[in-house]
T-cell receptor, first 114, second 115 residues
Framework: EAGVTQFPSHSVIEKGQTVTLRCDPI?????LYWYRRVMGKEIKFLLHFVKESKQDESGMPNNRFLAERTGGTYSTLKVQPAELEDSGVYFC????????????FGPGTRLTVL | KNQVEQSPQSLIILEGKNCTLQCNYTVSPFSNLRWYKQDTGRGPVSLTIMTFSENTKSNGRYTATLDADTKQSSLHITASQLSDSASYIC??????????????FGKGTHLIIQP
């Protein structure tokens, strides 16, 4: 069974440009999460989808970030316009609804804003 | 404020040696604690999960302990191998919900195994 996949693996853009990250969760997982890790800091929550609905987006830093999950399958995270402080590794995770609720993580997208 | 503190920040040991990583947390109420291993360029992978009533759990050469009273956990690696080189992240889940289903992440311990 394929795990969580993310595309691209790396992205280098200039300040002010737009970038779209994609996450394909494990098939059948209704829960999808976006996280970000800034260098030297811990992984921080961005938002949580249940199927196509945003369950919690309390971690989204500002309105330059837009996440979608049309059809409840893959998800995209768009940053527009990108700022220097948006640099970091963006992880996606998915999970089934279970009492242990283990989240399976993708390999991440390393975003560098110059 | 929920926090997870890990120590040491980094650790270098020789292949074949044992090591212990520490995790202290202030998450309340507590639901469970997971140790994740993150290889370079990969996402975190769960090694163990500990619930309130569990003191020790093993997964091969990895043994996790939990003291819910002192809010401390440790991950002991026995007979280390080169493939154990990775970041080890302690993640605590609270019962009060919130973002990411109430998960709070530590910064991780960067472990390097030298031949």
């Amino acid at each position: 069974e394929a795990g969580v996949t993310q595309f691209p693996s790396h992205s280098v853009i200039e300040k002010g440009q737009t970038v779209t990250l994609r996450c394909d969760p494990i098939s059948g997982h209704d829960n999808l999460y976006w996280y970000r890790r800034v260098m030297g800091k811990e992984i921080k929550f961005l938002l949580h989808f249940v199927k196509e609905s945003k369950q919690d987006e309390s971690g989204m830093p500002n309105n330059r970030f837009l996440a979608e999950r049309t059809g409840g399958t893959y998800s995209t995270l768009k940053v527009q316009p990108a700022e220097l402080e948006d640099s970091g590794v963006y992880f996606c995770a998915s999970s089934q609804a279970s009492i242990y609720n283990e989240q399976f993580f993708g390999p991440g997208t390393r975003l560098t804003v110059l | 404020k929920n926090q997870v503190e890990q120590s040491p920040q980094s650790l270098i040991i020789l292949e074949g040696k044992n090591c212990t990583l520490q995790c202290n947390y202030t998450v309340s109420p507590f639901s469970n604690l997971r140790w994740y291993k993150q290889d370079t360029g990969r996402g975190p992978v769960s090694l163990t999960i500990m619930t309130f009533s569990e003191n020790t759990k093993s997964n091969g050469r990895y043994t996790a302990t939990l003291d819910a009273d002192t809010k401390q956990s440790s991950l002991h690696i026995t007979a280390s191998q080169l493939s154990d080189s990775a970041s080890y992240i302690c993640v605590v889940r609270g019962n009060s919900g919130g973002g990411a289903d109430g998960l709070t992440f530590g910064k991780g311990t960067h472990l390097i195994i030298q031949p």
